[in-house]
T-cell receptor
Framework: AQSVTQPDIHITVSEGASLELRCNYS??????LFWYVQSPGQGLQLLLK??????LVQGIKGFEAEFKRSQSSFNLRKPSVHWSDAAEYFC??????????????FGQGTILTVHP | DTGVSQDPRHKITKRGQNVTFRCDPI?????LYWYRQTLGQGPEFLTY????????KSRLLSDRFSAERPKGSFSTLEIQRTEQGDSAMYLC?????????????FGPGTRLTVL
């Protein structure tokens, strides 16, 4: 079955420190993968996407993610975290085929807290 | 260019009442999705439309839920005889089905509280 797992429910980092949020997927072929960010009480904003090609993808707000097929992972990284990055982050996988085409399966999310 | 909009942003209702939410997608997008998100969880798929056709409904969508997308533009999600378990954030997203796995753009959501 196609699924996404985010092993870390809550991560705390200091402002200026580096960040890595983990995402593992289960999928039978090369997947498409997304990272979304959600501020409290708000909708989801797309940070970056992987469709094919370069395995290191750049997104908005200084984020990047690396697709590693051998590890079934798509981890999100940022070299220096800002206080405004505090939010919840979701990794998502669009399903393909049949009538389910395109619907997203989300991980359970990782809450990021940033200490000053 | 306007993004996906949802109305209302917040809705408080009493158990047993009916509620209706509206979603206006990005204008050229032909796919529209509804998701539900409860506290501490990722969004869960409810249903989706391609143009005006409703192509799939999740098992989460009981017969008290109905969604429409007349004329393939805006969509409404109605919940009849609301229950406390319906309290959640209801998210709408739209996409343009040109290539496999296109990204979806989300609205701000409607927060439903059932008392």
């Amino acid at each position: 079955a196609q699924s996404v797992t985010q092993p870390d429910i809550h991560i705390t980092v200091s402002e200026g420190a580096s960040l890595e949020l983990r995402c593992n997927y289960s999928y039978g072929a090369t997947p498409y993968l997304f990272w979304y960010v959600q501020s409290p009480g708000q909708g989801l904003q797309l940070l970056l996407k992987y469709f094919s090609g370069d395995t290191l993808v750049q997104g908005i707000k200084g984020f990047e993610a690396e697709f590693k097929r051998s590890q079934s992972s798509f981890n999100l990284r940022k070299p220096s975290v800002h206080w405004s990055d505090a939010a919840e982050y979701f990794c998502a996988l669009p399903l393909s085929g049949g009538t389910s085409y395109g619907k997203l399966t989300f991980g359970q999310g990782t809450i990021l807290t940033v200490h000053p | 260019d306007t993004g996906v909009s949802q109305d209302p942003r917040h809705k408080i209702t009493k158990r047993g009442q009916n509620v209706t939410f509206r979603c206006d997608p990005i204008s050229e997008h032909n796919r529209l999705y509804w998701y539900r998100q409860t506290l501490g969880q990722g969004p869960e798929f409810l249903t989706y439309f391609q143009n005006e056709a409703q192509l799939e409904k999740s098992r989460l969508l009981s017969d008290r839920f109905s969604a429409e997308r007349p004329k393939g533009s805006f969509s409404t999600l109605e919940i009849q005889r609301t229950e406390q378990g319906d309290s959640a954030m209801y998210l709408c997203a739209s996409s343009l089905a040109r290539v496999s796995g296109p990204e979806q753009f989300f609205g701000p959501g409607t927060r439903l509280t059932v008392l």
